[in-house]
């Protein structure tokens, strides 16, 4: 599997961005796929996660409210809505995929990982 992630850039505090996320190579419509974040600095951490077979949906608190993640089998590709962005938005953003049907926000429990996406949120 294959993930090509896309959508970043710069935006003012309190601005949208949306990000994509395509599947290409041995998708499933059954796997979940999430986003992570890594900010300069910090480790990686969950952000979102949506289930392939039930389309239920998991937030970190940080963004709840906020951020929308969405998907569209059809076209093997995930979206992460963004809005009322904070400066500590501010990161890498990372798509993945989990192998199997486990959903949920360990990270040793994602087995793809597209190239990442920046995102800076100015104040």
């Known amino acids: 599997v294959q993930l090509q992630a896309s959508g970043g850039g710069l935006v003012q505090a309190g601005g949208s961005v949306r990000l994509s996320c395509s599947a290409s190579?041995?998708?499933?419509?059954?796997?979940?796929m999430g986003w992570w974040r890594q900010p300069p600095g910090e480790v990686r951490e969950f952000v979102a996660a949506?289930?392939?077979?039930?389309?239920?949906?998991l937030y970190a608190e940080s963004v709840k409210g906020r951020f929308t993640i969405s998907r569209d089998a059809a076209k093997n590709t995930v979206y992460l809505q963004m809005n009322s962005l904070k400066p500590e938005d501010t990161a890498v953003y990372y798509c993945?995929?989990?192998?199997?049907?486990?959903?949920?926000?360990?990270?040793?429990?994602?087995?793809?990982w597209g190239q990442g996406t920046l995102v800076t949120v100015s104040s």
């Open positions: 993945a995929a989990t192998a199997d049907r486990y959903f949920g926000a360990r990270f040793d429990r994602y087995d793809y």
């Open positions: 190579g041995r998708t499933a419509s059954s796997i979940a």
């Open positions: 949506i289930s392939g077979s039930t389309g239920s949906t």
